[in-house]
């Protein structure tokens, strides 16, 4: 398996512009995470699924951010409209169980907001 | 908020020495992870210990866990310069259904 996979590795847009952010998790993990990491913050927990059902979006900071998972293969986070302080490392994380087991995480994607 | 917070948040050590990094948490868990990550690159999951076990080892690392300190600690013996990383500890949040990560001990081992 290649892992968890995210796309773009970094995308720089300017403020009021629409940015999607994809990730295929690892075959046959039941859980998909979103996390946000900054400096400031560290790592936070936005939004997580089982069997592609959102399960706690607790951590979407606010409406301008949305994820989906369509089906067991792929998840998207959209930021509409952005802003500069949205600027951060996004993470997806797949796993087998929701915290029984360890995480895989993809490599991030690099997003800046100008 | 941070279910784990580690301690120190930076370690530098020569190689050779072993690295002591701590953790301690806010409620109770299942079990706590100890992940890694490479300068600009994701976490990678080094090890899980469960409520109901004291330590762990795996290779180099070894990890305790007092649950009525809620603390843990990772061990790294005989650093090599390639530990140099980060260092996070995660436990569940308080429905038991995520893993919520700390800050990271920022670990430097130089040759």
């Known amino acids: 398996d290649a892992g968890v996979i995210q796309s773009p590795r970094h995308e720089v847009t300017e403020m009021g512009q629409e940015v999607t952010l994809r990730c295929k998790p690892i075959?046959?993990?039941?859980?998909l995470f979103w996390y946000r990491q900054t400096m400031m913050r560290g790592l936070e927990l936005l939004i997580y699924?089982?069997?592609?059902?959102?399960?706690?979006d607790s951590g979407m900071p606010e409406d301008r951010f949305s994820a989906k998972m369509p089906n067991a293969s792929f998840s998207t986070l959209k930021i509409q409209p952005s802003e500069p302080r949205d600027s951060a490392v996004y993470f997806c994380?797949?796993?087998?169980?929701?915290?029984?087991?360890?995480?895989?995480f993809g490599s991030g994607t690099r997003l800046t907001v100008v | 908020s941070q279910q784990g917070e580690e301690d120190p948040q930076a370690l530098s050590i020569q190689e050779g020495e072993n690295a002591t990094m701590n953790c301690s948490y806010k409620?109770?868990?299942?079990?706590l992870q100890w992940y890694r990550q490479n300068s600009g690159r994701g976490l990678v999951h080094l090890i899980l210990?469960?409520?109901?076990?004291r330590e762990k080892h795996s290779g180099r690392l070894r990890v305790t866990l007092d649950t009525s300190k809620k603390s843990s600690s990772l061990l790294i013996t005989a650093s090599r310069a390639a530990d140099t990383a980060s260092y996070f500890c995660?436990?569940?949040?308080?429905?038991?259904?995520?893993?919520?990560f700390g800050k990271g001990t920022t670990l430097s081992v130089s040759s």
């Open positions: 994380a797949s796993s087998l169980a929701a915290a029984s087991s360890g995480y895989t």
């Open positions: 075959s046959g993990h039941d859980y």
């Open positions: 699924f089982n069997n592609n059902v959102p399960i706690d």
């Open positions: 409620t109770s868990i299942n079990n």
């Open positions: 210990i469960r409520s109901n076990e």
């Open positions: 995660a436990a569940t949040n308080q429905a038991g259904t995520a893993l919520i």
